[in-house]
């Protein structure tokens, strides 16, 4: 998701969410990391309320 060929799609979510009234921040994350049992990055996305 955050590689070259995905810029697009990441910029038009981003965008989504703040037409919404999001901020909206992403991280990469490795899901192994917190018990989970995969060895796998993801992309972890997290919205916050701009009115809050």
């Given at each position: 998701?955050?590689?070259?060929?995905?810029?697009?799609?990441?910029?038009?979510?981003?965008?989504?969410?703040?037409?919404?009234?999001?901020?909206?921040s992403f991280k990469l994350l490795n899901s192994s990391d917190?018990?989970?049992?995969?060895?796998?990055?993801?992309?972890?996305?997290?919205?916050?309320?701009?009115?809050?």
């Amino acid at each position: 998701m955050l590689a070259p060929r995905h810029t697009e799609a990441l910029t038009n979510i981003k965008q989504m969410f703040e037409d919404a009234g999001y901020n909206l921040s992403f991280k990469l994350l490795n899901s192994s990391d917190f018990k989970v049992p995969q060895d796998r990055q993801r992309v972890f996305f997290v919205g916050i309320r701009k009115d809050l």
